[in-house]
C-alpha cells in the first residue's frame, strides 16, 4: 500500500473500515500515541480493552506467538488491536530467521484474520529488505512526522488539555524550537503551563524556559554529572550560554531530567524505554539515555540536586544577581 499522510489515515480509520496492518515509522512519540488511540477506540469498545487490546515486543515475543494471537479470536470483544512494538528487532535477525520471519507474515497477510489490526512499530527500517518491503506493501504506512501538515493546531489542543492558553504564533514558535518534535512540545508546554500559571503563555516565556534542540542538548550535561566532572560541566554550560540558552530554561531543563531520572531509577529491574516511555512522553532516544544515566547516578545525588536546583531557581527569580555566578555555583554543587 502507498504511505498515507496523517490526515489520510484519521479518515480511513474514522471510516470504519477494517485494516489488517499498520506501520507506524518515526519516532514521534506523541503522534504514536495518538495513532495508537485512534485505532483502539475506533476498532475496540472501550468496556472490552482489556481483552482486545495487546501490546507485544518483537524483541521478546516471536512472530509466530503474534501471528497466532492475531488469529484467535479475543475473548469478550469483536475485534482486537496488537500492536508489535519494536519491529526493528526483526531486521536484526540472521538471514535465515529473517526469511522464515517474511514467509510467516506473507502467509497471514495472504488471508488475514477479519477480526484483527496489527500494529507494527518502528523508527525506522532499512527499505532494501523483504521485511520493509512486505510491510509496505501489505500494511498501511504512516510517517510518524508532521510533513506538510501544520502541528500548530495539534500543539493549540495540548494546550488546552492542559488547561493552558497560547496563541498560533506562540505555538508555532515552540514547534521550531523543537524541531515539529510533538513530544517533545507536550513536554514543553508541561512546564510552560506550570510557569504561566493562570496567564496566557507569551513568546517571552518560550524563549526563557525552552531550550532549542537545534542547539546543545541539556541531557549532555548528564554523563558529566554522574562522573562528577566539574571541569568538563563548566565547559558544556559555558557552551550553553554563548549559544543564547537563557539561565532560567537551563535550571528548569535539568530539574525535569533529574525527575525524570529518579523515575528511571524507580522503574523494575529489566525494565526498556519503552516502559519509561509508558510513564512519560519522551522521545525513545531520551528514554534510552535516561535508562543509561540512572544507573550511574546514585539516587541521594539526584534528590540533592533537586533541592540545589530549587535554591538556584528562586535566586535567578529575585533577579538583581549574577546568572553565570549562580549557574557556576550551582554545577558546583551538583558535581561535589
Known amino acids: 500500500m502507498p504511505a498515507v499522510s496523517l490526515e489520510e489515515f484519521r479518515e480511513k480509520v ?47 515475543v516471536p512472530v509466530d506467538e503474534i501471528l497466532q494471537q492475531a488469529q484467535s479470536l479475543p475473548m469478550l470483544a469483536p475485534r482486537q488491536v496488537i500492536i508489535v512494538e519494536e519491529a526493528g528487532a526483526w531486521e536484526r535477525l540472521g538471514e535465515e530467521s529473517r526469511q522464515k520471519l517474511v514467509e510467516a507474515l506473507e502467509a497471514y497477510f495472504e488471508d488475514p484474520a477479519p477480526f484483527t489490526t496489527l500494529v507494527f512499530e518502528a523508527e525506522q527500517l532499512d527499505q532494501r529488505m523483504k521485511f520493509s518491503r ?5 500494511a498501511l504506512v504512516v510517517a510518524l512526522t508532521l510533513g506538510e501538515e501544520s502541528g500548530t493546531p495539534m500543539v493549540l489542543e495540548m494546550a488546552r ?45 518560550i524563549d526563557a524556559l525552552v531550550i532549542s534542540s537545534k542547539k546543545y542538548e541539556v541531557w549532555g550535561l548528564a554523563e558529566l554529572l554522574a562522573l562528577r566532572k566539574p571541569d568538563g560541566a563548566m565547559v558544556f554550560l559555558d557552551n550553553l550560554l554563548r549559544h543564547g ?14 525527575r525524570i531520572l529518579l523515575q528511571a531509577q524507580d522503574l523494575a529491574p529489566g525494565s526498556s524505554a519503552f516502559d519509561l516511555m509508558r510513564q512519560v512522553r519522551l522521545r525513545k532516544e531520551t528514554a534510552d539515555l ?6 550511574k547516578i546514585p539516587r541521594r545525588q539526584l534528590v540533592d540536586g533537586l533541592a540545589a536546583l530549587g535554591e538556584a531557581d528562586s535566586r535567578l527569580k529575585k533577579g538583581k544577581t549574577d546568572q553565570r555566578a549562580v549557574m557556576e555555583f550551582l554545577i558546583a554543587r551538583l558535581t561535589a
Request: hydrophobic share 50%.
Open 245 to 258: 540558552q537563557q539561565a532560567p530554561a537551563i535550571v528548569g531543563a535539568l530539574a525535569w531530567m533529574y
Open 290 to 295: 535516561a535508562l543509561l544515566q540512572a544507573r
Open 134 to 138: 512486505l510491510l509496505s506493501e501489505k
Open 161 to 205: 488539555d492542559l488547561g493552558a492558553e497560547l496563541d498560533a504564533a506562540c505555538a508555532a514558535q515552540l514547534l521550531d524550537l523543537v524541531n515539529n518534535d510533538l513530544a517533545r512540545a507536550r513536554t514543553e508546554l508541561e512546564k510552560l503551563a506550570t510557569y504561566a500559571g493562570a496567564r496566557r503563555i507569551t513568546p517571552t516565556d
Open 14 to 60: 474514522e471510516s470504519g473500515q477494517g485494516v489488517a496492518g499498520v506501520l507506524l515509522l518515526g519516532s514521534d512519540s506523541f503522534l504514536r500515541e495518538q495513532l495508537r488511540e485512534l485505532l483502539v477506540r475506533t476498532f475496540v469498545p472501550e468496556a472490552a480493552r482489556a481483552w482486545g487490546v495487546a501490546r507485544l515486543s518483537a524483541k521478546d
